[in-house]
């Protein structure tokens, strides 16, 4: 049984880093796609990064890029998110993701990522991230 599990999160203040965790179990998280979503109060949940399966390609939201970075550690069977200079527009619970079919790739409109909830099948149970002075 596939299995996710966040940690990670907590509060920090503007311009502030964070590193979010995402351990896997019961799969080869090598062989998996892994999304990071996250969704604040109110609002729908969204796509933040994506890590192709082998780690070959990585894709970020726009208001991510140059800010976060997706990783691996294959040997740990975790997946990362550093988060760096956050905002309060950060704040959310984040949720790692793992998609439906192993060796399956991000999806794609040929350059940027888009993040489709149905290509996820197993889901972390969220951390919260809080980004306040």
């Known amino acids: 049984q596939m299995q996710l599990v966040e940690s990670g999160g907590g509060t920090v203040q503007p311009g502030g880093s964070l590193r979010l965790s995402c351990a896997a179990s019961?799969?080869?998280?090598?062989?998996?796609?892994i999304g990071w979503f996250r969704q604040a109060p109110g609002k729908e949940r969204e796509g933040v990064s994506c890590?192709?399966?082998?780690?070959?390609?990585?894709y970020y939201a726009d208001s991510m890029k140059g800010r976060f970075t997706i990783s691996r550690d294959n040997a740990k069977n975790t997946v990362y998110l550093q988060m760096n200079n956050l905002t309060p527009e950060d704040t959310a619970v984040y949720y790692c993701?793992?998609?439906?079919?192993?060796?399956?790739?991000?999806?794609?409109?040929?350059?940027?990522?888009?993040?489709?909830?149905?290509?996820?099948?197993?889901w972390g149970q969220g951390t919260q991230v809080i980004v306040s002075s």
């Open positions: 993701a793992v998609d439906t079919f192993p060796l399956a790739e991000c999806r794609t409109d040929g350059s940027n990522w888009v993040s489709v909830r149905a290509d996820f099948s197993s």
């Open positions: 890590s192709t399966s082998g780690g070959t390609s990585t």
């Open positions: 019961g799969f080869n998280l090598d062989f998996y796609t």
